[in-house]
């Protein structure tokens, strides 16, 4: 089992910055890839970015140039700095772990609001 704790949300305006943290604990050495996701109101949970344990990223059409995902293996912490939010930001961000066996875990999520 993997357990996730998600930090760093909050209230920013339009056309500020937040970093969103997640720390993992338990059997981290099954993690093969950690990613982020988010859910907004009356809409679909959908991927922001995720970082394999190689360091290759990936991210959504939406938050590219904006967001950064990175980790620091020595913490289990995984980062996501977000940089010139809007208003479509604004949601639960859940942090996720997928482990080698194919197995998803996910943290309780922080909510991100940008005010207009």
């Known amino acids: 089992q993997v357990q996730l704790v998600e930090s760093g949300g909050g209230l920013v305006q339009a056309g500020g910055s937040l970093r969103l943290s997640c720390a993992a604990s338990?059997?981290?050495?099954?993690?093969?890839?950690m990613g982020w996701y988010r859910q907004a109101p009356g809409k679909q949970r959908e991927l922001v970015a995720t970082?394999?344990?190689?360091?290759?990223?990936n991210y959504a059409d939406s938050v590219k140039g904006r967001f950064t995902i990175s980790r620091d293996n020595a913490k289990n912490t995984v980062y996501l700095q977000m940089n010139s939010l809007n208003s479509e930001d604004t949601a639960v961000y859940y942090c996720?772990?997928?482990?080698?066996?194919?197995?998803?875990?996910w943290g309780q999520g922080t909510l991100v609001t940008v005010s207009s």
């Open positions: 996720n772990a997928e482990g080698l066996s194919g197995s998803s875990f």
């Open positions: 338990g059997s981290i050495f099954s993690i093969n890839a």
């Open positions: 970082i394999t344990s190689g360091g290759s990223t």
